[in-house]
């Protein structure tokens, strides 16, 4: 079956820090990668996607890229800020008849401090 | 485009009783995803519907949990004698199909918090 693992938090930054996220992902297909986020309160924002091998998605300043060698897609901003702090998901999605059905990974809560 | 909506917000509820939460999807997608998600982990996959199909269940989804999309546009989920393992948020999502969004980008509602006591 599928499974996603994400690096075990909390991650706790100071403004502006850089932030790496790890996530790496077991798949029978070939799947779309997604990291969402979640802020106290909310639900689930998609925040970045990849679809194919190489592609790096991007949105807010964070950024990731389908390592399909390595069956990774790492989330990364240069600068954090306050605002940032939320819970980070990292998920897959199956392909063809399954599209859409996804599985997450367990979340990853970054808090930054001014 | 509204979003996607969920109703109630939160729902607490005795154990043993049955419980029926609603979600309306953005209007124009097709799938509709029903996820479960307990603190600290991530959404689990319950079921999913393309227009008023259900087209597969997880093993998670026990004899108690039944979901419909009768018209092909809300979806409802529903909890028979509920037990205090059912507490979590239950999150509805949907996609839309074709080539301008395409099939596996989902959107999520606010989710129901369900507490059974």
Known sequence: GNSVTQMEGPVTLSEEAFLTINCTYTATGYPSLFWYVQYPGEGLQLLLKATKADDKGSNKGFEATYRKETTSFHLEKGSVQVSDSAVYFCALSERGTNAGKSTFGDGTTLTVKP | ?117
Request: hydrophobic share 25%; aromatic share 10%.
């Open chain 2, 1 to 117: 485009d509204t979003g996607v909506s969920q109703d109630p917000r939160h729902k607490i509820t005795k154990r043993g009783q049955n419980v029926t939460f609603r979600c309306d999807p953005i209007s124009e997608h097709n799938r509709l995803y029903w996820y479960r998600q307990t603190l600290g982990q991530g959404p689990e996959f319950l079921t999913y519907f393309q227009n008023e199909a259900q087209l597969e269940k997880s093993r998670l989804l026990s004899d108690r949990f039944s979901a419909e999309r009768p018209k092909g546009s809300f979806s409802t989920l529903e909890i028979q004698r509920t037990e205090q393992g059912d507490s979590a948020m239950y999150l509805c999502a949907s996609s839309p199909t074709g080539t301008s969004g395409g099939v596996d980008t989902q959107y999520f509602g606010p989710g129901t918090r369900l507490t059974v006591l």
